[in-house]
């Protein structure tokens, strides 16, 4: 099951003007909070987390990789079946024919470095890309938000909870780089040292309960003293994320399934257990959209 939300429990809690006391419903809100990321996903057909993987493909050309999804971060690439690892130096990363903005969809190599795009006895999955994947605008710019605290003791591989240095996830000052309070809360992804984490739950305003090795990354040892980061989504996919998240909240109070407008001298009467006109025109731009290519015969 993916755990990666777009909003926070927090974050909603505060759009609904609910008391950080009030924690009566929190376990119903954080469960619409991952319906409406998965709904979000399925909806724009792409997801908007950072997923950890190696993708296969197959040799075509010598100088061009076409991905079948968005890349983030390139870390790794192999060509001629695993028998040959390029250097990133001789890779240009693009989206379409622009060089400036990712995610990325094309690895080009560069015409000056000698290198080359092959394969060694078949041509099927001869290239890997290993990298983190989804769709984030100004990923390496903004993507990732200092937290402001660090480990306050050494984090053994695979547990199950973070013990936080300083003011926490409450308290005073326990506000991240951007003044945004608490500096972490459920929903939140981490990233200690190269591994991600899925705030599940939170225990006393000091700790984090949190699914380890998250995202495709993996387990290890994180000494004391470690930076610890937050992912910050794509900021109309948070936004719409806590609206979705407060529609669907308030269908479970007071469910209704339409409502009568008077124009002029007419009665409409107008559905509304479809999803708010507001959310769906902040997630339109982000739907993407399948085209089949169909060989000339």
Not at 40 to 65: A, M
Not at 165 to 188: C, E, K, L, M, T
């Amino acid at each position: 099951m993916n755990n990666s939300l777009y909003a926070t429990l927090d974050q909603a809690k505060s759009y609904m003007s609910f008391a950080s006391q009030n924690v009566g419903d929190d376990d119903k809100i954080f469960g619409f909070i991952r319906r409406a990321s998965r709904s979000i996903d399925k909806y724009c057909r792409r997801k908007f987390y950072p997923q950890r993987e190696t993708r296969y493909y197959n040799y075509r050309f010598g100088d061009v990789l076409k991905l079948d999804s968005e890349l983030l971060q390139l870390d790794t690439l192999t060509t001629q079946n695993g028998g040959e690892t390029i250097d990133l130096s001789a890779v240009i990363l693009q989206t379409g024919e622009n060089y400036n903005y990712g995610p990325w969809d094309t690895i080009v190599l560069r015409s000056d470095s000698g290198s080359q795009f092959n394969y060694s006895g078949t041509d099927q999955k001869a290239n890997a890309v290993v990298g983190f994947w989804g769709y984030r605008e100004n990923y390496g710019e903004e993507a990732w938000v200092n937290t402001g605290t660090s480990l306050a003791g050494s984090y053994a591989a695979s547990g199950t909870s973070l013990s936080l240095a300083g003011a926490g996830s409450a308290g005073v000052g326990a506000s991240d780089v951007n003044y945004d309070a608490p500096r972490i809360s459920p929903g939140d992804l981490l990233m200690v040292g190269g591994e991600m984490f899925n705030v599940v739950a939170g225990s006393g305003p000091n700790q984090s309960i949190v699914i380890p090795h998250s995202n495709g990354t993996s387990a290890n040892n994180h000494a004391s003293g470690t930076a610890i980061y937050k992912y910050a989504p794509e900021p109309d996919i948070n936004w719409t994320t806590i609206r979705l998240t407060s529609w669907l909240y308030g269908q479970g109070m007071s469910p209704y399934e339409s409502k009568t407008a008077f124009i002029q001298l007419g009665t409409i009467t107008m559905p509304t257990n479809a999803i708010s006109s507001d959310i769906k025109d902040r997630l339109d731009r982000f739907r993407k959209t399948t085209l089949v290519i169909y060989p000339d015969n």
